[in-house]
């Protein structure tokens, strides 16, 4: 399975890397390319951040393109490679996803396990494009004012990776919402992820197996 990894123009800048973009249409604004996952390739928007004006800590941030499910990588000093990053990006998400499921309580244990062996099997294959959905950005720069709020309220310079975790988990609960086809969705993200989950570790499963799988999504609080 692909996971298609966007970068914005700051962390495609920091990564000091000549990325490629994606094709475009006649008369389409180039690099803004809406994004989307499905059952062969994962989309990722990242972007980076400076923790406080002109900091040398960074943070990133991840956001799933359908699910809006994000979360964030503190960095520290030293710069990375894209190959390096990409290797980081593929596993990291999922031990944020896990960290929500179990703090929520969504799903069991067992089932989380089963997850994770399905997802640890499909080979995901990374790939870097420059490319900024604007539909996700208002996403990214809510969750970057709570890293940049957070860090000061606390005295902070960086991140610890149980408190990006603490803020990734709130922000992960919190009901979304969309315009698809002029319509408005509105959606909790990590339910939303788990569903997508659900959806591509079970390609085989029936149409009631499914629905049994979603039957043990515990509904959050609104």
Not at 35 to 43: F, I, K, Q, R
Not at 156 to 179: C, G, H, V
Request: charge should be negative.
């Amino acid at each position: 399975m692909q996971l298609q990894l966007s970068a914005s123009n700051a962390l495609n800048k920091w990564l000091k890397a000549d990325l490629p973009r994606l094709p475009h249409e006649p008369g389409q604004q180039v690099g803004v390319n809406k994004l989307s996952s499905d059952h062969n390739l994962m989309s990722w928007q990242v972007h980076l951040i400076d923790n406080y004006y002109r900091s040398v800590e960074k943070t990133l941030i991840v956001c799933e393109a359908n699910s809006r499910f994000t979360y964030f990588i503190p960095l520290n000093r030293g710069l990375l490679t894209p190959d390096e990053l990409s290797e980081r990006l593929t596993i990291e998400w999922q031990f944020a996803f896990v960290e929500a499921l179990e703090t929520h309580g969504l799903v069991s244990c067992y089932d989380i396990a089963r997850m994770l062996s399905a997802l640890n099997d499909m080979a995901f294959k990374p790939y870097w494009i420059k490319n900024t959905d604007l539909s996700i950005n208002g996403h990214i720069s809510d969750a970057a004012q709570w890293v940049t709020q957070t860090l000061e309220d606390r005295n902070l310079d960086r991140l610890s990776q149980p408190l990006a975790f603490e803020i990734a988990t709130y922000i992960n609960s919190q009901t979304k919402s969309i315009k698809v086809n002029h319509q408005k969705q509105r959606f909790v993200p990590i339910e939303r992820l788990l569903a997508y989950v659900q959806e591509i570790t079970l390609p085989n499963a029936t149409s009631n197996d499914q629905s049994d799988a979603m039957s043990n999504v515990i509904p959050l609080r609104r």
